[in-house]
């Protein structure tokens, strides 16, 4: 009885800082109005103590809920609707964000640790603009607080409290669940941060190169872990889903896809006007933009207007109130924008087509490009759906139509800009650097039908380009170490290792290219090369496909903790190696579930999925035994995907080269900060 009060009064303590927070992040919102209205500065300086208390509420608030889940506090409805006595502790921590609720509570949750480090970061590098900064982060945290605690409460009690809860939903019991979603939130909360310092820029007249490099690590970090959230979430629907692909351009996956195209476009662009100090205007439109499609995909996700495995059906007040929040978020942003856009001028403009910041912006515009035709894609069927009430779907022929072409174009300019200098480029010198790994992509376009016989077009040009960008990447570095070797007579390995550590920056960025010529290895030879069988198949029978032989073994069947599931054994005959994909069932649910069994190596991966059981003869298989007994035949799909791997190890050297690239600025900082040490000494 204590224990259960002792729950029940921390639900409470959890709910009542939640709303101490809304008050907080109300008052960081308001200080530096304040400030100016009473002409009280000292009121601006608690705008830091405010950002630290919304963290801190939100905090105690998130650890209720959590001991909520882990002690099956079955008198809060979110927990009765997310659990259930039988679910894996593993679960019950992370069922935190499998709902509705809970998810919006852990977006303003982080929402609030990214306020409070911007607040710690910039007591010391921007103090002038920070209040400014937090305040704008104030103002979206009430927001979303508003809907958490009025419309969306994850506290809400259930009284009288259920012997048992309904469980979590099947599909989220997996350990992608851990990962994949705070690492999209974390990207999308991320840009918040550019978002309040675009805002802030155009408030203060705040001068462009003096806070552009501010953003680009905050871009940078939001930009990696929005890239590892869909890379996870690409891996996770791969192993989970058992259709065998890993990117359906679902709706859900199409609203972390447009803000990543623009924070891609984003990341370039600040990189043009560190250089060349131009794109000033275009930088901020792109902030802006990114965040507001980060805002966008939360709407999509949480409204119910989408039918997706990703999306929650939630009532239309809910849905009502993110639109009309976004809605004003946006149209404040963009009517400051149109007011005061016009003093944030460029000091420089391009003065050749021939040049590294043309080609940025080309990059640029391609990706612009392609993240309005997924929006298109995305919102068409809605608003026709809204406008006539006619239900259409566009699928993947129109995404691939359109997005492979502009794909192709991107690598074509990730092969040529690493060669191509800043102002104006040499035309005869530019064409001397590109002709060999021309060369050499042509031959490889022009071999790729000769080897593996008549394939669609799209096969050989991405053969060619990713040769060519190879080319054109060991081109720009050999360069750079062969001119350090000739300066200071250095090995080859000490000149690679310091060529690569002395401009992290730069090659950090080649590092993320390499992993996308990577990732196009495993797209190219996963979505064109796959080999496909539907069979049935009674225990002893061989099936043969893409150079594998496998032998079903027949199915067994067990108890888990929460579900009952049974495994089938299938021999992969060329190596003896054996994979057991599975049928679960969750009785709470009465949900069935397919467990994919997959084979691995580095140029392919053996992915069988059990389908159907012969009829009536499931109930005759006792538990852990094999069902040859009865001879009965299983519907079993079979897929040979080759080079796949290859997507997953290509994400892995993204983040790799994002690292590198961001270790630069903490070198230089170490390395300022020595020299102003050394400097202050004084001589003896």
């Known amino acids: 009885m204590l224990s259960d009060s002792l729950s029940l009064n921390l639900v409470e303590l959890g709910h009542f800082a939640a709303h101490l927070a809304l008050a907080a992040a109300l008052l960081s919102g308001l200080l530096p109005l304040a400030a100016r209205w009473l002409r009280a500065p000292w009121l601006v300086n608690l705008s830091g103590n405010a950002a630290i208390a919304v963290f801190v509420l939100t905090t105690l608030g998130g650890l209720t809920l959590i001991h909520a889940f882990v002690t099956s506090n079955f008198s809060v409805l979110y927990v009765?609707?997310?659990?259930?006595l039988a679910?894996?502790?593993?679960?019950?921590?992370?069922?935190?964000?499998?709902?509705?609720?809970?998810?919006?509570?852990?977006?303003v949750w982080i929402l609030a640790l990214y306020t409070v480090v911007v607040a710690w970061y910039g007591r010391s590098r921007y103090p002038q603009h920070l209040p400014v900064i937090l305040a704008v982060q104030g103002w979206l945290m009430v927001g979303f607080f508003g809907l958490i605690l009025f419309l969306s409460n994850p506290f809400e009690r259930l009284f009288p409290a259920p012997v048992d809860g309904n469980d979590l939903n099947p599909l989220l019991q997996d350990p992608g669940m851990v990962f994949h979603p705070p690492m999209l939130y974390l990207g999308y909360v991320?840009?918040?941060?550019?978002?309040?310092?675009?805002?802030?820029?155009?408030?203060?007249?705040?001068?462009?190169?003096?806070?552009?490099?501010?953003?680009?690590?905050?871009?940078?970090?939001?930009?990696?872990?929005?890239?590892?959230?869909?890379?996870?979430?690409?891996?996770?629907?791969?192993?989970?889903?058992?259709?065998?692909g890993y990117w359906a351009w679902d709706p859900v996956e199409n609203a972390s896809f447009m803000p990543w195209l623009l924070g891609t476009a984003l990341i370039h662009s600040i990189t043009v006007q560190d250089r060349r100090r131009m794109l000033h205007t275009w930088n901020i439109f792109l902030v802006i933009s990114t965040f507001s499609l980060s805002l966008l995909g939360t709407f999509l996700v949480r409204s119910g207007v989408l039918s997706s495995v990703h999306a929650f059906a939630i009532d239309p007040g809910r849905g009502l109130y993110i639109l009309a929040f976004m809605t004003i978020v946006l149209g404040i942003s963009f009517g400051i924008f149109l007011a005061k856009g016009r003093y944030q001028q460029a000091q420089e403009a391009i003065t050749s087509f021939l040049s590294r910041e043309s080609l940025f912006v080309w990059n640029n515009v391609l990706f612009t490009v392609a993240c309005?035709?997924?929006?298109?894609?995305?919102?068409?069927?809605?608003?026709?759906?809204?406008?006539t009430g006619a239900r259409i779907t566009v699928a993947a022929p129109y995404f691939n139509l359109v997005m492979v072409p502009i794909f192709l174009m991107l690598l074509l300019l990730m092969g040529i800009g690493p060669l191509v200098p800043w102002r104006k480029a040499n035309p005869e010198r530019l064409k001397r650097r590109l002709l060999l790994p021309a060369v050499a992509g042509v031959i490889a376009a022009v071999l790729l039908p000769f080897v593996f016989g008549k394939v669609y077009w799209t096969g050989p040009v991405?053969?060619?380009?990713?040769?060519?960008?190879?080319?054109?990447?060991?081109?720009?570095?050999?360069?750079?170490?062969?001119?350090?070797?000739?300066?200071?007579?250095?090995?080859?390995?000490?000149?690679?290792?310091?060529?690569?550590?002395?401009?992290?920056?730069?090659?950090?960025?080649?590092?993320?290219?390499?992993?996308?010529?990577?990732?196009?290895?495993?797209?190219?030879?996963?979505?064109?090369?796959?080999?496909?069988?539907?069979?049935?198949?009674?225990?002893?029978?061989?099936v043969e496909i893409g150079g594998e032989r496998l032998r079903f073994e027949g199915v067994r069947r067990f108890?888990?903790?929460?579900?009952?599931?049974?495994?089938?054994?299938?021999?992969?005959?060329?190596?003896?190696?054996?994979?057991?994909?599975?049928?679960?069932?969750?009785?709470?649910?009465?949900?069935?579930?397919?467990?994919?069994?997959?084979?691995?190596?580095?140029?392919?991966?053996?992915?069988?999925?059990?389908?159907?059981?012969?009829?009536?003869?499931?109930?005759?298989?006792?538990?852990?035994?094999p069902?040859?007994?009865?001879?009965?035949?299983?519907?079993?799909?079979?897929?040979?995907?080759?080079?796949?791997?290859?997507?997953?190890?290509?994400?892995?050297?993204?983040?790799?080269?994002?690292?590198?690239?961001?270790?630069?600025?903490?070198?230089?900082?170490?390395?300022?900060?020595?020299?102003?040490?050394?400097?202050?000494?004084?001589?003896?």
């Open 462 to 542: 991405a053969v060619g380009l990713i040769t060519f960008v190879l080319g054109t990447l060991m081109t720009d570095l050999s360069r750079a170490v062969r001119q350090r070797r000739a300066q200071l007579n250095e090995g080859i390995g000490r000149a690679l290792l310091k060529t690569v550590l002395g401009n992290r920056r730069h090659y950090g960025g080649m590092v993320v290219h390499f992993g996308v010529v990577v990732i196009t290895v495993g797209l190219v030879g996963s979505g064109l090369f796959r080999s496909e069988i539907s069979v049935s198949m009674a225990p002893g029978d061989v």
């Open 190 to 244: 991320g840009f918040s941060v550019p978002f309040a310092f675009a805002i802030t820029a155009l408030l203060t007249r705040w001068r462009s190169e003096l806070w552009i490099g501010l953003i680009r690590r905050w871009a940078l970090i939001a930009w990696g872990f929005l890239t590892a959230g869909i890379m996870l979430g690409g891996w996770w629907a791969y192993y989970e889903l058992g259709w065998g």
């Open 87 to 107: 679910l894996p502790m593993f679960y019950k921590v992370t069922a935190l964000w499998g709902g509705h609720e809970g998810s919006l509570y852990l977006w």
């Open 372 to 387: 309005a035709s997924v929006l298109l894609g995305t919102l068409y069927p809605l608003v026709l759906d809204a406008l």
């Open 627 to 684: 069902s040859a007994t009865e001879g009965g035949k299983w519907a079993i799909q079979v897929y040979v995907n080759p080079l796949v791997q290859f997507i997953w190890f290509g994400g892995v050297i993204i983040l790799s080269g994002l690292g590198l690239s961001l270790s630069g600025r903490r070198k230089r900082a170490r390395e300022a900060k020595a020299l102003a040490a050394t400097t202050s000494v004084p001589a003896k």
């Open 80 to 84: 009765a609707q997310n659990s259930n």
């Open 559 to 625: 108890r888990r903790a929460n579900y009952e599931t049974t495994e089938g054994r299938m021999t992969l005959l060329n190596s003896g190696r054996v994979v057991t994909p599975e049928r679960r069932r969750y009785p709470r649910q009465e949900a069935p579930m397919t467990e994919v069994g997959i084979d691995s190596t580095p140029l392919r991966d053996v992915y069988v999925v059990l389908i159907e059981p012969p009829a009536g003869d499931t109930k005759n298989i006792p538990a852990g035994t």
